[in-house]
Every structure is written in structure tokens, then in C-alpha cells.
């Protein structure tokens, strides 16, 4: 299984960006033969004023939910959101065994004569935390 904690659903990611999740998914899980899926899990808008008590009261939710959907041998999880919270949920997940990744990409910028920039980003691949 791939999990993809993101505010970025999978269904709109790249054709090339799913098939790396599903490879990667598949990796983890072909000794058992499971097929491979991705799950979106939206992740949490973290209240800026939040105290590291209540980041990591949110970070045991999501963990929470992940572990009771999957198995840490057979699972990737794609971490990506605010800075704290990832690093408190990806600190357990890796402590329970899962895999966690990140995505990365080129960023292309135009800047055009208004001021305005056009920013896209192109999967490049996803990298283990």
C-alpha cells in the first residue's frame, strides 16, 4: 500500500509520479503478492499558534489512523504538510518500521512583465526520509 498524506490527491498527481508510488508499493508488498493502491489521506491545517502538546496530539491521530489501515512492512507513506507535524508524525511512523517518503521536484518559474509569476512543479522522484 502507498499512503499519500498530502494536501495533494493523488488523482491529480502525474501519470509518472503514480507509477512510481505504485512501484514503490509493489516492492514493499510482493513477497506477500498484495496489489498495490494508493490512499489519500488529506493532511491536518495546522493552527500556526499551535503548542508542540497539541502538534503532537494531532501527530498521534494521523499515526493512529495510518496503523489501524496498514501493515508497516508492506507500506510506503508520503509525508508531506507543515514542518513540525510531519517531522512528529514521520518520527513514529519510522519507529514502527514504515517507510516514509517525500516527493521531489523541479520547480519551473516565469516571471512575467506584471509581476505575476507561473510556477509549475515536475515530479522528479520520491526520496526516503
Known amino acids: 500500500m502507498f499512503i499519500n498524506l498530502s494536501n495533494h490527491p493523488s488523482d491529480r498527481w502525474s501519470e509518472e509520479q503514480r507509477k512510481a508510488a505504485l512501484e514503490l508499493s509493489q516492492k ?4 506477500i503478492g498484495q496489489a498495490s493502491t494508493i490512499n489519500d ?3 491536518p ?16 491521530q494521523y499515526f493512529g489512523q495510518i496503523h489501524s489501515q496498514s501493515t508497516p512492512s508492506t507500506t510506503a507513506v508520503h509525508v508531506m504538510g ?8 514521520i ?5 514502527h518500521g514504515y517507510s516514509c517518503v517525500a516527493a ?8 512575467n512583465p506584471d509581476g505575476t509569476k507561473l510556477t509549475t512543479f515536475n515530479f522528479v522522484q520520491f526520496r526516503p526520509y
Not at 514493499?28 to 513477497?31: C, D, I, Q, T, Y
Not at 491545517?45 to 498521534?60: G, L, Q, S, T, W
Open 91 to 95: 518520527r513514529r511512523l519510522l519507529a
Open 45 to 60: 491545517n495546522i493552527n500556526p499558534r499551535a503548542d508542540k502538546a497539541a502538534i503532537e496530539e494531532i501527530a498521534d
Open 41 to 43: 489521506i488529506p493532511f
Open 82 to 89: 507543515e514542518m513540525t507535524c510531519t517531522f512528529a508524525i
Open 28 to 31: 514493499l508488498g510482493a513477497h
Open 104 to 111: 521531489t521536484s523541479e520547480r519551473n518559474t516565469i516571471e
